[in-house]
């Protein structure tokens, strides 16, 4: 009876033809998982917060080293699950444990871990300001907004509230400090983050290959108005006329 019902199920419903069916919704459900998983991901990439977008030689070599940090965690990562299905594999069986632990485990990620770390020391230490003649502009970082001091369209010093401008195409140093707690200046497309310390100074050298304009913000938490410490860097072509910083003087400010 039983055997009789199976047959006419299996006439009915061919096991072949599940099993194929089956195979195609999954692949159909992976391939939408993937592009669903992709589209936000590689969105998330651009803008003008992304530090995969570069636009000046600081940010260029902190994003080559993401993804050469992301090309070595990914081999040590396939190395890591390669030893996992050959251990679940050959479970029981001798391995000599000079090599997988010493080679494998050990050695290999400390090789790649020792290249990475140099490397990364190597490209900070070619990003940090040196004593020359770069031009300084100076940003004062205070509960919660940004002060610059930077030249005027006559040359003379002029503050202006949560806008920089400075000349693209040339390096400048940026004299960053804070009045209250601590906070960070970050302009993504331009380089990494420096921290502002109250009664202390940090100098960060930065440049913008192109004239445009740069998002910066607060990088490290500082109250609840954090969120909205955002600023502008404007660089302008410096052959051309000096933008117009009406919007952004500090009243107050004598020039
Ligand atoms: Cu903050």
């Known amino acids: 009876?039983?055997?009789?019902?199976?047959?006419?199920?299996?006439?009915?419903?061919?096991?072949?033809s599940l099993a194929h069916g089956h195979s195609r919704?999954?692949?159909?459900?992976?391939?939408k998982a993937l592009a669903g998983a992709v589209v936000p991901l590689l969105a998330a990439c651009g803008g003008g917060h992304s530090?995969?977008?570069?636009?000046?030689?600081?940010?260029?070599?902190?994003?080559?080293?993401?993804?050469?940090?992301?090309a070595g965690s990914a081999l040590i990562c396939v190395l890591v699950f390669g030893l996992l299905?050959?251990?679940?594999?050959?479970?029981?069986?001798?391995?000599?444990?000079?090599?997988?632990?010493?080679?494998?485990?050990?050695?290999?990620s400390m090789s790649v871990l020792v290249v990475l770390l140099g490397f990364s020391l190597w490209l900070g230490e070619g990003m940090l300001a040196r004593a020359d003649d770069v031009p300084r502009v100076q940003a004062h970082a205070a509960q919660w907004e940004w002060r610059f001091d930077q030249p005027g369209p006559d040359g003379a010093i002029v503050q202006t509230r949560d806008t920089l401008y400075v000349p693209?195409?040339?390096d400048f140093d940026v004299v960053i400090t804070a009045q209250d707690v601590i906070h960070s200046f970050w302009v993504p497309q331009l380089g990494g983050k420096m921290d502002a310390i109250p009664?202390?100074?940090?100098?960060?050298?930065?440049?913008?290959?192109?004239?445009?304009?740069?998002?910066?913000?607060?990088?490290?938490?500082?109250?609840?108005?954090h969120s909205f410490m955002r600023f502008t860097v404007v660089a302008y072509d410096p052959n051309g006329p000096m933008p117009d910083m009406s919007g952004a003087l500090i009243p107050e400010t004598r020039p």
């Open 85 to 108: 299905v050959l251990a679940v594999r050959n479970n029981g069986a001798r391995r000599s444990e000079r090599t997988w632990i010493w080679g494998w485990g050990l050695g290999f």
């Open 25 to 31: 919704w999954v692949r159909g459900f992976w391939h």
């Open 1 to 16: 009876m039983f055997l009789d019902r199976v047959g006419k199920a299996a006439s009915l419903f061919p096991g072949a």
């Open 168 to 170: 693209a195409g040339q």
């Open 51 to 70: 530090t995969l977008s570069p636009a000046g030689p600081a940010a260029r070599d902190i994003a080559l080293l993401w993804w050469i940090m992301l």
């Open 199 to 225: 009664g202390h100074q940090n100098i960060h050298r930065l440049r913008a290959d192109q004239p445009g304009t740069y998002e910066g913000l607060c990088a490290e938490f500082c109250g609840t108005g």
